[in-house]
């Protein structure tokens, strides 16, 4: 099996981008890189304790969302963005390194 292709784009975030994007470097030990989640993964509403964690696999290049509890059917999928990828975190260090104003 042939490894995953491999991009390195060098991006100057702007305020409105670094909202989205994931501490890549904490989470697959991969030091001052960030990541984008295609799909839906940049796009759910933060909430501590969220209903979904995540972790990187470094070796796919992906972040992999997990339930963390049974979801209904017409439940919001949340995740924290605090954190390691769990689902509750004790502090909001994340939008105080991105400087963004939390609103719980």
Avoid: C
């Amino acid at each position: 099996m042939r490894p995953a292709p491999y991009v390195k784009v060098v991006v100057e975030f702007v305020r409105e981008f670094q909202v989205l994007v994931f501490h890549w470097g904490r989470l697959a030990n991969v030091p001052g890189t960030r990541a984008l989640a295609l799909g839906y993964g940049s796009l759910y509403n933060s909430a501590n304790p969220s209903n979904l964690r995540y972790e990187a696999d470094s070796s796919q290049q992906t972040l992999r969302f997990i339930a963390n509890q049974d979801i209904s059917a017409d439940e919001e999928l949340t995740i924290n963005y605090d954190g390691d990828g769990s689902a509750e975190w004790q502090d909001h260090n994340w939008f105080v390194e991105n400087s963004i104003e939390y609103q719980q």
